[in-house]
């Protein structure tokens, strides 16, 4: 059988029956709390700094020896429940060859910023043979990483958006709202285009072997709810639709989201991804307002608290997982992405300590 990129025969799907991260994303209470870390691979592991020294992140992204060896350096050493694959939200961009670069301490910056019509229309599809290298990786990893679940991820369509217009990170996202609202068709040209990247990198993941995956609208919590419905939600929607029928866990989260929880969910998530604002028994009771039924939800530590002394975060990891137990399931997580600056070690005794509660 040929193996060209085209022909590849899909990874046989690992049979992971006793995973407690996979019990909790489809609704259950496995024996303990599954945890895992966003950004648990990352510049807080030394092991990590040392196999990135000199070489760009983008570079990193698309070698898959690299690409399996660090999204497997937070396994070994603190003990998660998931692995999530080494990559960035912009990856698939780059790889549909558009200029954007990982800038150390700044994040994604795109040389040509995309503000109207044509710069959209100029947009490049995404080849999925270009994402060949990347999925390598993830192939690898479904080898190497024995009875531990991959997370496969992608930006969703309104944060992706957002590094275009803006040209790289914003605090305000005064250009990316002012295109929405005074050019809704030119909006939803870009976030339709943005939709098919993350829906190619998905499937892809998924079809490499990924065992869930999470959509990052990491900014959305920028936009009022109404924004949201009207401009963000029908892109997202379509996105996690279009990987149903490949009957993973979705994932989605964003930072700032209390007031877009139900709207999130709407989207198509199976499991809703909460910062630190919101309580996740507040959260809960917001996810079943109207009688929805109980909803599975992840995260809630506030990263800024690894930097806490131990009683304090303790403390907080407890009432998180008491809290929890309104919901249907629950994975315990940060709120946002593990700082650079944290202590491995705190991050390792977390684990342990959500390891010795009841899912
Ligand atoms: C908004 C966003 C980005 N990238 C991502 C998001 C969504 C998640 C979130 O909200 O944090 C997604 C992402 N980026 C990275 C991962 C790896 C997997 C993991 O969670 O462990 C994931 C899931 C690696 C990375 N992506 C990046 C790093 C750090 C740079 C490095 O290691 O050289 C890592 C480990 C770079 C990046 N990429 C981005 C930012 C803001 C930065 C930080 C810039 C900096 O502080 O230097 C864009």
Redesign the pocket.
């Known amino acids: 059988m040929s193996t060209t990129a085209q022909s590849r025969p899909h990874t046989a799907r690992r049979d992971l029956a006793g995973s407690p991260f996979l019990a909790a994303a489809r609704g259950r209470r496995p024996a303990r709390l599954p945890v895992w870390?966003?950004?648990?691979?990352?510049?807080s592991l030394p092991e990590?700094r040392a196999l990135?020294e000199g070489v760009p992140?983008l570079k990193a992204c698309f070698d898959p020896e690299m690409i399996a060896e660090i999204?497997l350096q937070?396994v070994r050493r603190l003990g998660v429940d998931a692995a999530?694959?080494?990559?960035?939200?912009?990856v698939p961009l780059v790889a549909a060859g558009i200029d954007v670069d990982?800038?150390?301490?700044?994040?994604?910056v795109v040389a040509e910023p995309v503000r109207d019509a044509a710069a959209i229309r100029r947009l490049p599809a995404l080849d999925p043979a270009r994402l060949e290298p990347v999925l390598d990786g993830a192939r690898l990893l479904v080898e190497r990483l024995g009875q531990t679940p991959l997370i496969g991820?992608a930006?969703a369509p309104f944060?992706l958006a957002s590094?275009l217009i803006e040209g790289g990170?914003s605090r305000t996202f005064e250009r990316t709202k002012a295109l929405m609202r005074s050019e809704p068709e030119v909006w939803h040209d870009l976030a339709g285009r943005l939709a098919d990247i993350a829906v190619t990198f998905l499937r892809g993941q998924i079809e490499a072997g990924a065992d869930a995956v999470?959509l990052?609208d990491?900014?959305a919590g920028a936009l009022t709810l109404r924004e949201y419905r009207e401009f963000v939600l029908p892109h997202s929607a379509r996105v996690l639709g279009a990987v149903a029928d490949l009957d993973v866990p979705r994932i989605h989260?964003g930072?700032g989201t209390g007031e877009l929880l139900t709207a999130m969910r709407e989207a198509g998530a199976d499991v809703v991804g909460v910062d630190w604002r919101v309580p996740l028994d507040e959260a809960v009771r917001r996810l079943t307002a109207h009688g929805e039924p109980a909803p599975v939800v992840q995260g809630n530590l506030d990263p800024a608290l690894l930097q806490a002394s131990w009683p304090v975060i303790e403390a907080e990891v407890r009432r998180i997982a008491a809290e929890g137990r309104a919901a249907a399931g629950h994975i315990f997580n940060l709120g946002?992405?593990?700082p650079?600056g944290t202590d491995p070690d705190v991050l390792a005794r977390v684990v342990e300590l959500v390891h010795s509660l009841e899912g």
Not at 102 to 108: C, L
């Open positions: 870390f966003m950004r648990q691979a990352g510049r990590y990135r992140m999204t937070p999530v694959f080494y990559s960035d939200i912009v990982i800038v150390p301490g700044t994040g994604p991820f930006g944060t590094y990170p999470q990052f990491s900014w989260f930072v946002h992405g593990v650079p």
